[in-house]
């Protein structure tokens, strides 16, 4: 229950009075995208997407800030679908200028920081100023040493995940206003892309195949009905599976009579993805969980995980879903044997060293290089967010930024919380469950680094606006105290 004493913003309460045209400039942004994709307009709808995006970005973050935080997480969901449809009924567009959208309409929460700047050290939020400033040393690194293009590609990706957290965190006052239209956001995300994705896998949509064979992606398994390793409207396997993670952890506690139902096609679609570490990170995240959730919540989580066992039983067992899954399971007893366990190994064995003599860092995309044939930007991967965070901030922007997230994740741990508030635990339970698959993979950064720092943001709030609603509770008391 809101503490009445905690009222919420007079932006947020003006919001209201413009949610109307809130939802219709969202319907307008992605009525344009995938009918003009549909209707073969790709070539102009690239070109134009990214635009009308930011502008409905910038509308709603004034005028509708609940609405632009779902905006945000449906433009990173939804576009990379609208690209291949484009690709596939008008013509290929190799460098994906489309994808820019998402990164523009977050990178407007910078707004938040330079509200807040001159009181964030009293705010409680320097950890992100200090994460930030790591970012923009690596960034004039990279604009000096590495192709301007390259180092602005990176740069966004490193830097909008930090911006979007800090934005949630800062508004803490609102924070069961944001809790509630996350937890709201989730749940129609996990229905629409866990459905799309179950869908993609039965039948191989043609747009998809298309795209799959024009990149010539081989990790993705095989171009054809019950061979994919599914991705859904997303643009690859992995963020896919680390937003499936996230939304199964979060489903766990939600209030709503359908979580249920609808975590069962979530997490039918992570077994789907075949990525191990999601796997593993759901496992760390429920653990945590485990020890953050008060004794009854603790008991609805097992009863809720138990229907879920009974519900995904029957369709695990399903010949086609049974054989992918089973023999990625089996992989876990011999990782010896595993081609991918063995190429991480060797890029580890290969490239920690060289990663950690970087005393000042090869900057912003220095993990990117431009294919001479194409002329495209392309990315290195590295397969590790620790090789990514040495090779590209260095030892000097390296000791910041992850000192940032140390701090920020000591007080997501240690800090006083509302033992009450189950959504509170699982935004702590589902940053932790990215961070501890970085070792894997630079989740850090992009969509999944987005997932990490948004619940880690979140997570804060809800700690700050507890504590501020404590603080209101015993000060009245002190004074009647006082004046006996």
Request: net charge positive; proline share 5%.
């Amino acid at each position: 229950m809101v503490n009445p004493d905690v009222q919420p913003s007079k932006s947020m309460k003006s919001s209201k009075t413009s949610s109307v045209f809130g939802w219709i400039s969202i319907f307008l942004v992605f009525s344009i995208g995938f009918v003009g994709s549909l209707i073969g307009a790709g070539s102009l709808i690239r070109i134009v997407f990214p635009f009308i995006a930011l502008v409905a970005g910038i509308y709603l973050y004034f005028s509708s800030p609940l609405l632009y935080v779902g905006y945000t997480w449906w433009i990173w969901c939804l576009t990379p679908l609208i690209r291949r449809l484009g690709d596939y009924f008008g013509s290929p567009d190799p460098s994906g200028f489309i994808l820019l959208s998402p990164y523009l309409v977050t990178f407007v929460s910078i707004i938040s920081l330079i509200v807040h700047l001159p009181k964030v050290k009293q705010l409680g939020g320097l950890p992100f100023v200090v994460a930030l400033s790591a970012i923009t040393y690596a960034f004039f690194i990279g604009v000096i040493q590495n192709a301007p293009l390259a180092a602005i590609r990176a740069f966004l990706d490193w830097v909008v995940p930090v911006l979007f957290g800090f934005h949630l965190f800062a508004n803490w006052k609102d924070y069961p206003l944001y809790k509630n239209n996350i937890q709201k956001t989730f749940l129609a995300i996990t229905l629409a892309t866990g459905s799309y994705g179950i869908f993609q896998f039965i039948t191989a949509p043609k747009w998809d195949v298309f795209w799959l064979e024009l990149t010539q992606i081989t990790v993705m398994g095989d171009p054809e009905p019950f061979g994919l390793r599914i991705w859904s409207t997303l643009h690859s396997t992995s963020p896919f599976a680390t937003l499936m993670m996230a939304s199964g952890i979060l489903l766990l506690m939600s209030p709503s009579k359908f979580a249920i139902p609808i975590s069962t096609i979530g997490y039918l679609s992570l077994l789907l993805t075949v990525v191990r570490s999601a796997w593993g990170g759901w496992l760390i995240g429920i653990v945590s969980l485990v020890f953050l959730l008060r004794l009854r919540s603790k008991i609805r989580l097992f009863i809720t995980l138990a229907l879920l066992i009974s519900l995904l039983l029957p369709l695990v067992y399903n010949r086609f879903v049974y054989d992918r899954v089973s023999d990625r399971f089996e992989s876990f007893t011999s990782l010896q044997n595993d081609q991918s366990f063995i190429a991480r190994s060797s890029n580890y064995d290969r490239d920690l060293g060289i990663a950690l003599t970087r005393f000042i860092g090869r900057g912003m995309g220095s993990t990117w290089i431009v294919n001479p044939t194409t002329g495209q930007l392309e990315v290195i991967v590295l397969d590790s967010g620790i090789l990514d965070s040495f090779f590209t901030l260095g030892w000097i922007g390296s000791i910041f930024y992850i000192g940032s997230i140390v701090s920020l994740f000591w007080k997501s741990f240690l800090g006083k919380s509302n033992k009450s508030d189950s959504f509170s635990a699982t935004a702590c339970s589902i940053s932790l469950a990215v961070l501890s698959q970085v070792g894997l993979s630079s989740l850090m950064i992009g969509f999944s680094g987005l997932i990490m720092w948004s619940f880690l943001g979140i997570r804060l709030a809800s700690q700050e606006h507890f504590t501020f609603s404590q603080a209101i509770q015993i000060a009245p008391r002190k004074i009647q105290i006082s004046t006996r």
